[in-house]
């Protein structure tokens, strides 16, 4: 069971040429290299896997070997320093600013922090995600995707990202959050103003819109985390508000806001984005739409589906570290302090571990090891969830729907102007529904 899965363009990387060329001339800054990545991750590993891409700042991890080796080291290749040096990168003080004076505070990303405090915070937060837990909400989810696809269904087109994938992920976690009533159409832009804090494409005037939707976000969250205080409930907000280790260890308030904060954006924006990816292969990739209704009845086949669109199409692109010492990494020797990005997507395209990495093999023997999630004491601890959102909207809509088409051609299809995902801007597709 496989498919071919080339990029999702019709032409590909805008930029041609010998690899050399392209490395001295490309940077994931430039709109149509982060459009179209995958030539210019091809030349990174294939003659430069360390490289410094001088518009960024930062030099990019490409190959799978050498982000494993990162990954086991978190002391080493800083999560916490890396990702203070990106976040609202060039405006962070004026940012900062706003936020103590509008948004109840600044409360710096307790997860993007390096062991023993990132140890301590994901402790605590492991009850809210285990394995157990999120199966048991497979009814649930399961509810509120038929729902919307039958609401769509007779229709015969949408724009998938609007009415479909932001909406039916914002709608899971937030009932998981405990946020009974709330607006999704708030709930997306605060979304993407918290995702550009990390884009290195931010300019000040965007920078200035995106702080008012956070100090938004911030004083809404907030009072909620103290209705918690006072009066708990089954959900997850009320789960870290509680949250105890053995040794009687709890979160601060800065850092549970930091966290209901993280847990709101990322259980929407990323998961919205796999299932839009989602929706462009079943719509332009021939064979795609049988192998996944195939797989769809088949619970172990479709959790390998899950696995291999997370790998070929993952919506986490790359996030940020820096070393702490001088260290040599894949042949080139970084000095103490250097901002670094862990291309994931290139490590789930290396060849030297993906045997065709842009066929759709769902038999692959060692699916398992793709980067999607991450790996090592950061992988994603939302994955289970995630997952379960995946399974559950691809089982669904394969069932229901058939026919997907896209609407534009595909080398009209926009993305959003950050290098930390691939996100797909708009997806106007049609289809019919399945007798």
């Not at 995106?210 to 907030?222: F, H, M, S, T, V």
Request: proline residues 5%; contains cysteine; hydrophobic residues 40%.
């Amino acid at each position: 069971m496989n498919t071919k899965s080339p990029e999702m363009t019709a032409n590909g990387c805008p930029v041609h040429g010998k690899f050399d060329q392209l490395l001295a001339t490309a940077s994931l800054k430039d709109a149509h290299i982060c459009a179209h990545p995958n030539e210019y991750y091809a030349a990174m590993r294939a003659q430069d896997p360390v490289h410094f891409d001088p518009q960024l700042g930062a030099w990019l991890v490409s190959r799978y070997e050498d982000l494993q080796t990162v990954f086991r080291d978190p002391i080493t290749f800083s999560m916490k320093h890396g990702y203070e040096s990106t976040y609202a990168k060039g405006f962070i003080e004026e940012f900062k600013q706003i936020l103590e004076r509008d948004g109840g505070g600044f409360f710096p990303d307790a997860i993007m922090t390096d062991p023993p405090e990132h140890t301590r915070v994901r402790r605590l937060m492991d009850k809210a995600f285990t394995v157990h837990r999120v199966k048991q909400l497979e009814p649930g989810i399961t509810a509120v995707v038929v729902r919307m696809i039958d609401e769509l269904a007779d229709k015969g087109s949408c724009e998938f990202v609007q009415e479909f994938a932001q909406p039916m992920t914002i709608a899971i976690i937030c009932e998981q959050l405990g946020l009974d009533h709330f607006d999704a159409h708030k709930i997306e832009r605060w979304s993407r103003a918290v995702v550009q804090q990390i884009s290195h494409m931010q300019t000040r005037e965007r920078m200035l819109e995106n702080a008012g939707q956070i100090c938004e976000l911030q004083n809404y969250l907030i009072a909620r985390i103290r209705e918690r205080e006072a009066e708990p409930r089954e959900d997850m907000i009320s789960d870290l508000v509680h949250a105890v280790t053995e040794d009687g260890t709890k979160l601060t308030f800065k850092e549970t806001v930091s966290l209901v904060r993280a847990m709101l954006i990322a259980g929407n924006e990323t998961t919205a984005t796999a299932l839009t990816n989602l929706c462009f292969l079943l719509a332009t990739q021939p064979g795609q739409a049988e192998l996944l209704r195939n797989a769809a009845d088949d619970d172990r086949l479709l959790a390998r589906y899950i696995e291999e669109l997370v790998r070929i199409e993952g919506p986490v692109r790359a996030l940020s570290r820096m070393t702490t010492r001088e260290v040599e990494l894949g042949g080139t020797v970084l000095p103490a302090h250097a901002p670094m990005l862990l291309l994931f997507a290139s490590g789930n395209d290396d060849e030297s571990e993906f045997a065709s990495p842009r066929n759709f093999d769902i038999n692959r023997s060692n699916l398992g090891r793709h980067l999607g999630f991450g790996a090592g004491p950061h992988r994603c601890i939302g994955s289970a969830l995630a997952r379960m959102e995946l399974k559950v909207a691809a089982r669904e809509l394969i069932r229901r729907l058939d026919n997907f088409k896209l609407e534009i051609p595909a080398e009209q299809v926009r993305f959003m102007p950050t290098v930390s995902t691939r996100t797909i801007a708009a997806l106007p597709v049609s289809f019919t529904r399945r007798q």
